[in-house]
Structures are given as structure tokens and as C-alpha cells.
């Protein structure tokens, strides 16, 4: 065993100590897992499958959401008594309101407490469903801009549905039209005699209008240039809310601002029509200082530290520079990006970092420089094209030689990511796909390709949607050369936190004398299922799967295979993450029988 697998031996021991102390003191781990339990149910709704249903997501969400909030009953019993019968109270009445929205306006819910605390049932007595006894547009020159599927006399009075239609019918009376004030309101008057309503949907318009020239105050070190380039409008464009609500979104969303206000004239628009626009700003604290800790098993602890300027020049420049320092690996790097350059769509960043690595296939010192021009094809798709310069000494572990490299290379990656949260996703995909050719100008190395992609998907289903389940594929090969003329740093690995858990770090693939030496292909596979039992702690079971192979073509008969569960404590900035894993096949390969990963985020 050499002597950085010695001492990553010694983490393991130490963090599984610790591990073992924490669940011995304070609560146990099946307490911070389950949560609150509860006992209640429905009875009397079976008679309407679908608002049956309906009504349990009702009052499994509701539910959820207030108990999680509610007091100790050791410390304060009489203060728990009185929650749990607010709680029940409230939730009754969120059962009565969604009964109206499905049109039974005569229904009633009663509440029989249970023999338990935070138990009982609630019955429901629907009555008659309320149909709509007709629908009509005011003014009625308006009729024909009702969507064809909106609801029509005889169908059920349902509320989701009259909203759907009287947004559609907004969004239609709006077309082709410069409106400076457009509102549609609805009135139902129920008739109880024959269980109907009659349902009118009124607009009003204002008169047309265009976008005048905007003014901006509050901005102190902004520049007026950068806040004119978000604008999505030119002066003397149509008039449209909807843009200003967009400009207003896409100023919070730049990280510069707390609050953005437009402020629109009292007195309406100018006679000639035009709408003078002000914008007022506060502008958030422009640095920041950051710093992170995490802890693998098989790489030992490591930490980060960053500081970043959001508007470095004065048009939303940001500058960070960042220090990461573990057991294996140890950098200092800066990060320069430009938006808006040369075009609206399109931004431009400069790096540079220094680095050094001691792992078990190989050591590496290095200083690397680079240059990225990023553009965003509409909201979700975006591609990138650069150049970058690394000069790098490596010390081969299973070569046993010792080489400079100057390689040049120049990374292309396509991206499509429609993610709702990238530290805890729940829905969405992330697709990315990387070519980069690379070129030794000290001649140490033959001309490769490199290729790569990955992909990660979420669906999230249940009470809330709190349970989801995410799957991550990874393939890659590297074409032109072979294992030996490739620098050790530019091969594939897997195994670790990152890939394959229950492996160690680079575990998994082609080894020699113990050390891994990378390979020409990689394939990983990884399903997790999350769930989250309250609003701080959640749960989750994995699968992961890789194979690195000597050829350049991915194999996938002789994938190594690795489990797990794990907690999430989850925060404001993103969830805490513990992940302990076990290898299921390969295991003469490893060090070890189980690993364990401490960090920020989810795995994928």
C-alpha cells in the first residue's frame, strides 16, 4: 500500500468514529428521517374518484407543510395542543375551499379527532355539483377571442378551469394591441333553485400606448450602459406589461440588485401616447467571500475558499478568485467573464490557475491559462468555444517517467439544461456534450481527440413532490493516440464521490501494480431516488455504475457497481450531503468495503 492510501486509511477510521458518536448522542437517525407522524384520512369522498383524489393531495400537502413547524411536546405541551387543533382546523377549511373549486358550493367537512395525537378523520359531505348554466363575454365584442376548449353551459362549475379560459381570453384580447391597462375579472351568481352559475367574464382595456425613454436612479456603481443593454424594448416599441415585468426579472436574476421597481406615469400616457418608463434600483453588495468543506473517505477532507466582485469594471463584470485545497489536490485559480460581448447573447472569460495533484495513477504540477466565448441560443441552450494553454509536469505513477507537457487544446461544449435548481434539482434535464482537440507544442505527446457527453434527468412525484428520481449517463472516448501518449492527467478514470461511489478515487478501470492508469473510454451510469421526509431532512437510495476501458470504444460488459443510501439536511444555499456507498461487484479491486462522502449538494 503506498503512502497517500495509508493515510486516506486513517480518514476513513477517523470519519467513521465520528460518524458512529453522532448517532450515539441526541436523536437518532430513524428520528431526523421520518420526521412528524401522522394519522389522518378521508371519509365519505369516494363517490368522486377525481376529487377524491383531489382532496388527498389537499390534505397530505397541507398537512405536511404545518406540522413541520410544529413545537416540542416535551418543552412546551399546552403550546403543541393548541398547533395540532389550529392545524386541523385550517386544513378543514382548505378542504371546504377545495370542494367550492370543483363546484360542490352546498358541501360540508367535518373533523372526528383520533385516538392519537395528529390523527383523525375528516368527512365529506358533497351535496350537489354545481354546473354552469351559461358563459358570456362583456363587452360581448369580445366573445370571439374565447379559447374553443373553454368551459361551456352544462359543464361543471369548475374554478381551475374558468381561470384557465380567462387567462387565455387576456392573453388573446392582448394580441395585436398596445393596451395600457388590460384586466379580465370574473363574476359567478349561483343559483341554489337548480344547482347552476352563470359565469361573465368582464374586460377592460385602456388606450394604446408605446414605450417612451426610460430613465434608471438608485444605481450608484452600475453603469446606465449596462441597465440600457438588459432593456427588452426599444422606445417607440408597443406597449406591453409583460416586457416590463421580464425587464424587471431578468434585473433581480443578475445577482446585482435587491430590488428593482418600474415606475409608470400617474397620469397615464403622454398625448402622443408614449409611456415615460423609470426604473428605481437598490443595489446589492457587490463582493463576496465564500468557503466550503467537504469530506471523502477514499480522498480525505478538503476545503474552498473564494472571493468574487459581481461588477468588477462597472457593466456586471465578475471576478472571482478561488483557493481549494484536499488531500489529493491543491489549486489557486482566477476567473475573469465579460457579458454582452461583441453581442447581447453572448459573454466572454478569461482563466488562469495554478495546480498540483498527488494521486495514486499520477502527480502534476501545473499553471494553465484559457479564453471562452459562451452564447445562449434562447433560454435553455447555449454553446461555447475556446482555447486553452496548460503547461504541465507530470510524474507518471505506473510509467514511472517524468514528462513536460505544453499541450494546447480548444474545448467546444453544446449544453441544454432546463434544471430548476442545479444544487437540488427536481425536475428538468441537463445535457452537455464537449469536443476538444489537443496539440503538444513540446512534442511529448501524439495529436488525440477527446470526446465526451453526459446527461442527467429529474421527475419528481408524490404529496408536494417530494420525491424524485434522478438518472446520470456519462460516455467518453479519446481518439489518435494510444494510453501511453496520452498525458495521465487528459485519460479517463472513474470510481469516487463524483462517479462510481463505494469505489475509491480512480478505483475503477485499468490498473498496474496496484496504481490506475486511466483509459481511452469511460461509461458511468448513476439512479438515485430522493425523498424528503420534512423541510429539513431528506433521504436517498443510489446505484452507480462505470468501466473504463484501453480502447477507444466504451465497454459496458464488465461495468463496476456500487450502492448506497444517504441523508440530506437541507439549508437555504442548497442541502447538506451524506452519502455512504458499498461496491457490489469488483470488490478484490478496492481498498475498502464501504465509502463514505460529506459535501454540499446533491450527487448530481
Known amino acids: 500500500m503506498t503512502p497517500r492510501r495509508s493515510a486516506i486509511s486513517n480518514y476513513r477510521r477517523l470519519g467513521a468514529a465520528v460518524i458512529a458518536c453522532s448517532l450515539l448522542c441526541g436523536c ?3 428520528t431526523m428521517l421520518l ?5 389522518y384520512a378521508l371519509q365519505g369522498a369516494e363517490s368522486d374518484k377525481e376529487t377524491a383524489t383531489y382532496l388527498q393531495t389537499i390534505m397530505e400537502e397541507r398537512t405536511a407543510q404545518k406540522t413541520a413547524t410544529l413545537a416540542d411536546e416535551k418543552k412546551d405541551p399546552d403550546l403543541r395542543a393548541r398547533q395540532e387543533k389550529y392545524i386541523e382546523q385550517t386544513v378543514r377549511a382548505d378542504l371546504l375551499k377545495a370542494l367550492h373549486a370543483k363546484g360542490y358550493y352546498e358541501a360540508d367537512v367535518g373533523f372526528e379527532d383520533g385516538a392519537t395525537p395528529l390523527s383523525g378523520r375528516y368527512t365529506i359531505a358533497y351535496g350537489p355539483q354545481y354546473r354552469i348554466s351559461g358563459i358570456d363575454v362583456l363587452p360581448p365584442l369580445y366573445s370571439d377571442r ?6 361551456r353551459a352544462g359543464d361543471i362549475l369548475d374554478a381551475e378551469r374558468v381561470l384557465a379560459a380567462q387567462s387565455v381570453l387576456r392573453n388573446n384580447i392582448g394580441k395585436g394591441h398596445c393596451y395600457y391597462t388590460l384586466s379580465v375579472d370574473n363574476r359567478v351568481r349561483l343559483d341554489k333553485d337548480d344547482h347552476s352559475g352563470k359565469v361573465e367574464l368582464v374586460a377592460e382595456t385602456g388606450r ?7 430613465r434608471f436612479a438608485g444605481n450608484e456603481s452600475v453603469e446606465d450602459t449596462y441597465l440600457r443593454r438588459l432593456v427588452p424594448w426599444r422606445e417607440g416599441d408597443c406597449f406591453r406589461r409583460d416586457k416590463i415585468e421580464s425587464y424587471k426579472t431578468a434585473l433581480l436574476q443578475s445577482g446585482l440588485f435587491a430590488q428593482a421597481d418600474v415606475v409608470l406615469p400617474e397620469d397615464g400616457p403622454a398625448d402622443d401616447g408614449s409611456v415615460p418608463i423609470s426604473l428605481r434600483v437598490k443595489e446589492r453588495a457587490m463582493r463576496t467571500i465564500g468557503a466550503g468543506l467537504t469530506y471523502y473517505s477514499d480522498e480525505g477532507p478538503g476545503g474552498v475558499l473564494n472571493w468574487e466582485h459581481r461588477n468588477f469594471l462597472g457593466q456586471a463584470e465578475k471576478f472571482k478568485a478561488e483557493l481549494n485545497v484536499s488531500q489529493l489536490k491543491q489549486s489557486l485559480g482566477a476567473e475573469f467573464e465579460r457579458p454582452y460581448f461583441l453581442r447581447k447573447d453572448q459573454s466572454l472569460s478569461l482563466n488562469a490557475e495554478l495546480r498540483r495533484q498527488d494521486t495514486d495513477a499520477f502527480t502534476e504540477l501545473a499553471a494553465d491559462t484559457g479564453v471562452a466565448i459562451t452564447r445562449k441560443f434562447g433560454r435553455h441552450l447555449s454553446a461555447s468555444t475556446g482555447l486553452e494553454a496548460p503547461i504541465t509536469r507530470i510524474d507518471d505513477q505506473t510509467a514511472e517517467t517524468s514528462s513536460t507537457y505544453g499541450l494546447l487544446s480548444a474545448p467546444q461544449t453544446l449544453s441544454f439544461d432546463t434544471r430548476d435548481d442545479a444544487l437540488d434539482p427536481r425536475k428538468g434535464v441537463n445535457l452537455s ?13 501524439d495529436p488525440f481527440f477527446k470526446l465526451q457527453f453526459t446527461g442527467s434527468g429529474y421527475v419528481s412525484f408524490g404529496a408536494s413532490r417530494s420525491t424524485t428520481l434522478a438518472a446520470k449517463a456519462g460516455i467518453g472516448s479519446i481518439q489518435g493516440a494510444d494510453v501511453d501518449s496520452i498525458p495521465a492527467t487528459e485519460r479517463f478514470y472513474a470510481g469516487g464521490g463524483g462517479s462510481v461511489r463505494g469505489y475509491g478515487y480512480q478505483e475503477v478501470g485499468p490498473q498496474e501494480n496496484g496504481d490506475p492508469t486511466g483509459g481511452l473510454s469511460l461509461a458511468t451510469l448513476s439512479l438515485e431516488l430522493r425523498t424528503k421526509f420534512t423541510d429539513k431532512f431528506g433521504g436517498v437510495a443510489f446505484v452507480d455504475a462505470g468501466s473504463v476501458s484501453e480502447d477507444s470504444a466504451p465497454a459496458f460488459d464488465n461495468m463496476a457497481i456500487g450502492a448506497g443510501v444517504g441523508v440530506r439536511y437541507y439549508t437555504s444555499f442548497g442541502p447538506l450531503r451524506f452519502d455512504i456507498a458499498t461496491p457490489l461487484t469488483q470488490k478484490e479491486d478496492t481498498d475498502q468495503n464501504y465509502q463514505f462522502y460529506i459535501s454540499i449538494g446533491q450527487a448530481f
Not at 420526521?35 to 394519522?39: A, I, Y
Not at 374565447?146 to 368551459?151: E, G, L, Q, V
Not at 394604446?208 to 426610460?214: D, M, P, Q, T
Not at 456534450?433 to 505527446?445: N, Q, T, Y
Open 35 to 39: 420526521g412528524v407522524k401522522t394519522d
Open 433 to 445: 456534450l464537449g469536443a476538444e482537440p489537443f496539440f503538444d507544442i513540446l512534442g511529448e505527446s
Open 28 to 30: 437518532s437517525l430513524k
Open 146 to 151: 374565447m379559447p374553443p376548449d373553454a368551459p
Open 208 to 214: 394604446e400606448s408605446r414605450f417612451g425613454a426610460v
